[in-house]
């Protein structure tokens, strides 16, 4: 099976503009979760999206949004962009989260992001 | 809320020694426990997980971990490091069993292996 997969890989913007990346999960999986990398604060949970549906959140601004669409690929979106959202961005995908399954995440390999 | 501490921010060994990486865990409930690698300018890979049942776990590329309830952690180890072990390890926990569960990232450690 193909991994997961992260586009672009690689992106350079300037502060204000907005930002859009993709995510294509491993067939068959059915979540996707998004986490931002910095040096700074380590691996942090964005948003978890199942079937469509935002399932989980964490503590970001609203200018940080996402979506799902019905083949299970995910975007996320970044507006009016700060010199502070510089970072690895990465993907991840599970299986269907049933209640009483291990939740394990194979992750994508990332989009770096430089915000100037 | 369920958190991870890795003890040691950067580990060096030689090569051929052990490798051992620390993980502290703290969940209010059963936790499921993994730990990954993540070479420069990559993803992050699973090594291995523990879910239920036998706490010694077995994972790729020699490495293994056990799950000490009593002790709340699920340390790392290698017994002979190699050159290409030089990475960031990451431990996470996630809270077995939830539907909502997110999974909670340790800070990381740098592993360096001295020739």
């Known amino acids: 099976k193909a991994g997961v997969t992260q586009t672009p890989r690689y992106l350079i913007k300037t502060r204000g503009q907005q930002v859009t990346l993709s995510c294509s999960p491993i067939?068959?999986?059915?979540?996707v979760s998004w986490y931002q990398q910095t040096p700074g604060q380590g691996l942090q949970f964005l948003f978890e999206?199942?079937?469509?549906?935002?399932?989980n959140k964490g503590n970001f601004p609203g200018r940080f949004s996402g979506r799902q669409f019905s083949n299970s690929r995910s975007e996320m979106n970044v507006s009016t962009l700060e010199l502070g959202d510089s970072a690895l961005y990465l993907c991840?995908?599970?299986?269907?989260?049933?209640?009483?399954?291990?939740?394990?995440?194979?992750f994508g390999p990332g989009t770096r992001l430089l915000v100037l | 809320a369920q958190s991870v501490t890795q003890l040691g921010s950067h580990v060096s060994v030689s090569e051929g020694a052990l490798v051992l990486l620390r993980c502290n865990y703290s969940?209010?409930?059963?936790?499921?426990l993994f730990w990954y690698v993540q070479y420069p300018n990559q993803g992050l890979q699973l090594l291995l997980k523990?879910?239920?049942?036998?706490?010694l776990v077995k994972g790729i590329n020699g490495f293994e971990a056990e799950f000490k309830k009593s002790e709340t952690s699920f340390h790392l180890t290698k017994p002979s490091a190699h050159m290409s072990d030089a990475a960031e390890y990451f431990c996470?926990?996630?809270?077995?069993?939830?539907?909502?569960?997110?999974?909670?990232f340790g800070a990381g450690t740098r592993l360096t292996v001295k020739p």
């Open positions: 991840a995908s599970s299986p269907t989260p049933d209640r009483g399954r291990q939740k394990t995440q194979y």
């Open positions: 067939s068959g999986h059915r979540s």
């Open positions: 999206y199942f079937s469509e549906t935002q399932r």
């Open positions: 969940s209010s409930v059963p936790p499921y």
């Open positions: 523990y879910t239920t049942g036998a706490t």
């Open positions: 996470a926990v996630s809270a077995g069993g939830r539907r909502d569960n997110d999974m909670r």
